[in-house]
C-alpha cells in the first residue's frame, strides 16, 4: 500500500473517531438533560419542553417512558460491557438508565416539600369530591353506581350534559343542585362538539351560586357557598394537546393556575386537565396542590381506563389550596367511559 493510501486510511479513520466521539458526547448531554427533566421537571428547561410537541404527549406517561429508556440503557449498557466499549460509552448508557429510574420511579419527579398541615387526618365533616370525565356516556346506572360508592358531596363531570344529568339525579336517591358551563365559562371558539363541563353539589352543603372562573376550552364550572366556610369550587376541562390545538392547551392551562395562585380564598380545583404535573406551570409547587401528592407518592392514572397503571395518564386531578387537607384517593371504572372516576376527601382547617 502506497504511502498515500495509508494516510488517507489514517485520516478518514480519525475524522470516524472523531464522529464516534462528538455523538457519544452529544448522547451523554441529553442524557443529562433527560436527568434534569425526568427528576425535576420544576425547573425552568423541563418546564418550557413539557409543553411542545412531542414532549408533552411523551411526559404524559412517565412510567412507560422510563421503563423504555431503562430497558434500551441496561441492555446498552451490557452489551457495551461485553463489547469493551470506551468509558465515554458506557457512562452515557448509565447516565440514560439513571434517567429511566427518574422517570419510572418518580413518575412526578422528585417530590416537592408538602406542609406539614397538608398530611393532617380529614376531620368530621370533610367533604367527599369526585371527577368523572363521562366522554358524553353517562347513563342513570352510572350515576347511580357512583352515588351508591362514594356518597360524593361535589361531583365535577366534564363532557356531561344537563340534559344527561338531569335525569340521571331524577331518577336516583341524591340529592343534588345542578350547575351547567356559563357562556363565561366558555371562550368565543367553543364550538359544542364536544359537551361542556357540569357539576352537581350535594344540598346538605346549603346554598351556592355561580361565580367568576377562569375560561377552559370545554367549560368552567365556578361555584361559591353561602357558608364562608366553604371553598370555592371550580370544575372544568382544558383541551388536549393535540398539535392543532397546542395553544389552547397551554392558555388553558396557565389561565387555570394563575387563578388558583391569585385568589384568596379556600380553593378546589377538580376536572380533566389533559396535564400531568410534569407539563408546564403545573409542575411548580405554588398554591396549589395535587390531592394525589397527599395520598401517595405514586400517582394514579386515570386514562386510558383500560390499560394498566403503567400505561395510563394522571390528567384528572383534584387541586387544593394551602390549608385543606386531603385523604383517600381513589380511582373506579364507571361504564363505558375511557376515563377512570377519581375521588378524593378534603377538609378545610
Known amino acids: 500500500m502506497s504511502r498515500d493510501n495509508r494516510e488517507a486510511l489514517h485520516q478518514s479513520g480519525s475524522k470516524g473517531l472523531l ?60 452489551v457495551g460491557w461485553w463489547r469493551r466499549w470506551s468509558r465515554l460509552a458506557l457512562t452515557s448508557c448509565l447516565v440514560w438508565i439513571v434517567a429511566g429510574a427518574g422517570f419510572l420511579f418518580a413518575p412526578n419527579g422528585i417530590p416537592h416539600q408538602v406542609s406539614g398541615q397538608q398530611h393532617s387526618t380529614v376531620a368530621e365533616g370533610s367533604l367527599t369530591v ?42 336516583s336517591n341524591y340529592d343534588g343542585q345542578l350547575f351547567e358551563t356559563r357562556n363565561d365559562g366558555l371562550p368565543n371558539t367553543y364550538t359544542g362538539q364536544i359537551a361542556p363541563t357540569s357539576v352537581v353539589v350535594h344540598k346538605r352543603l346549603g346554598a351556592a351560586h355561580f361565580t367568576r372562573g377562569p375560561v377552559t376550552s370545554f367549560g368552567t364550572v365556578a361555584i361559591e357557598f353561602d357558608d364562608a366556610r366553604l371553598p370555592v369550587i371550580l370544575g372544568l376541562h382544558t383541551a388536549p394537546p393535540l398539535p392543532r390545538l397546542m395553544n389552547q392547551w397551554r392558555d388553558d392551562i396557565n389561565r387555570v393556575v394563575e387563578f388558583g395562585n391569585s385568589i384568596q380564598k379556600p380553593l378546589i380545583i377538580a376536572g380533566d386537565f389533559n396535564a400531568t404535573l410534569r407539563h408546564g406551570p403545573l409542575a411548580t409547587s405554588g398554591r396549589l396542590i395535587d390531592s394525589q401528592e397527599l395520598c401517595s407518592t405514586t400517582p394514579i392514572g386515570t386514562w386510558p381506563a383500560g390499560a394498566p397503571n403503567l400505561l395510563r395518564s394522571p390528567i384528572d386531578h383534584i387541586f387544593v389550596t394551602q390549608g385543606i387537607t386531603a385523604h383517600s384517593c381513589q380511582v373506579q371504572q364507571i361504564g363505558y367511559s375511557d376515563h377512570l372516576a377519581y375521588k378524593t376527601q378534603v377538609a378545610v382547617q
Open 130 to 171: 369526585v371527577t368523572f370525565n363521562t366522554g358524553s356516556m353517562l347513563t342513570t346506572s352510572d350515576f347511580q353506581q357512583l352515588v351508591s360508592t362514594w356518597n360524593p358531596d361535589i361531583i365535577v363531570l366534564p363532557e356531561t350534559s344537563g340534559y344527561e344529568l338531569r335525569e340521571a339525579i331524577e331518577t
Open 19 to 78: 464522529w464516534r466521539k462528538a455523538l457519544l458526547v452529544c448522547g451523554t448531554v441529553l442524557g443529562c438533560l433527560s436527568c434534569i427533566v425526568g427528576l425535576f421537571p420544576q425547573f425552568g428547561v423541563a418546564r418550557s419542553l413539557s409543553v411542545y410537541l412531542p414532549f408533552a404527549q411523551v411526559l404524559a406517561f412517565p412510567q412507560a417512558l422510563g421503563l423504555v429508556i431503562l430497558l434500551l440503557g441496561g441492555c446498552a449498557t451490557g
